[in-house]
């Protein structure tokens, strides 16, 4: 019987968009022989994937998982019991009147902070490294991008840098770390090039099969350093 390889992330992880069911994931555990469960869900917030990953990992059975690799998503993404809205929110992002209604009130009212979003979603890397490495369990956890907002990549580095639990991330679990470009490290997306993506349609800037194929030959590498 086939180990699982589990993964878990946004839309540059979901096999369904715009790659038919054909992503990094499925690519890589073809080429580690493994059978896949892709678990990532377009638009998906970092909390949503928290818990996905703490849900699904309780409930397979150890043996049977031989990766688990996590790719996070943007930290403006806010994840309710249905829904995943986009703060603040981009005329490109698929938005309905309701989620940018709730958005406007959020700013409206000064909930709105990058800076806590950030932190928390270091906060679920270390919850989830932890998590893994108590079930003796391999895996890799890296982001697929960051932002599309320079500012917001400027307050990233500063924010991540001044934060002491973000040293308390394993590098030798990581992919890019320290994730930003601008200090050393890379997303998903500072892999790729024109020529491995789809383009700026109205999802967003996604791989296409091309770019699928190079993340996952990158993916293996790490895996197999």
Same mark, same amino acid.
Request: proline share 3%; hydrophobic share 35%; net charge negative.
């Given at each position: 019987?086939?180990?699982?390889?589990?993964? @878990?992330?946004?839309? +540059?992880?979901?096999?369904?968009?715009?790659? %038919?069911?054909?992503?990094?994931? #499925?690519?890589?555990?073809?080429?580690?022989?493994? #059978?896949?469960?892709?678990?990532?869900?377009?638009?998906?917030?970092?909390?949503?994937?928290?818990?996905?990953?703490?849900?699904?990992?309780? /409930?397979?059975?150890?043996?049977?998982?031989?990766?688990?690799?996590? /790719?996070?998503?943007? %930290?403006?993404? +806010?994840?309710?019991?249905?829904?995943?809205? @986009? $703060?603040?929110?981009?005329?490109?992002?698929?938005?309905?009147?309701?989620?940018? #209604?709730?958005?406007?009130?959020?700013? !409206?009212?000064?909930?709105?902070?990058?800076?806590?979003?950030? !932190?928390?979603?270091?906060?679920?890397?270390?919850?989830?490294?932890? @998590?893994?490495?108590? !079930?003796?369990?391999?895996?890799?956890?890296? %982001?697929? %991008?960051?932002?599309?907002?320079?500012?917001?990549?400027?307050?990233?580095? !500063?924010?991540?840098?001044?934060?002491?639990?973000?040293?308390?991330?394993?590098?030798?679990?990581? $992919?890019? @770390?320290?994730?930003?470009?601008?200090?050393?490290?890379?997303?998903?997306?500072?892999?790729?090039?024109?020529?491995?993506?789809?383009?700026?349609?109205?999802?967003?800037?996604?791989?296409?099969?091309?770019?699928?194929?190079?993340?996952?030959?990158?993916?293996? #590498? $790490?895996?197999?350093?």
């Amino acid at each position: 019987m086939k180990k699982l390889l589990i993964a @878990f992330g946004c839309s +540059w992880t979901d096999g369904d968009v715009n790659c %038919f069911g054909n992503a990094w994931p #499925e690519k890589l555990s073809n080429s580690l022989e493994m #059978e896949c469960i892709n678990l990532g869900k377009a638009g998906s917030g970092n909390e949503r994937i928290h818990n996905l990953i703490i849900e699904k990992i309780s /409930m397979t059975p150890k043996e049977q998982i031989g990766y688990v690799v996590i /790719m996070w998503s943007s %930290f403006n993404r +806010w994840d309710f019991h249905n829904d995943t809205i @986009f $703060i603040p929110c981009s005329p490109k992002q698929i938005q309905s009147e309701q989620r940018v #209604e709730i958005a406007n009130v959020i700013m !409206k009212h000064g909930y709105q902070s990058y800076e806590h979003q950030l !932190k928390k979603t270091i906060i679920y890397m270390v919850s989830i490294q932890n @998590f893994l490495k108590s !079930k003796n369990i391999s895996f890799l956890q890296g %982001f697929s %991008f960051f932002t599309n907002y320079p500012q917001e990549t400027k307050d990233s580095i !500063k924010y991540l840098l001044e934060y002491d639990l973000f040293y308390e991330l394993d590098t030798s679990n990581s $992919i890019g @770390f320290p994730y930003c470009n601008l200090v050393g490290g890379s997303t998903l997306r500072d892999l790729l090039d024109n020529e491995h993506l789809l383009g700026d349609d109205l999802l967003g800037v996604h791989p296409n099969d091309k770019g699928h194929e190079l993340i996952s030959d990158y993916i293996k #590498e $790490i895996i197999n350093d």
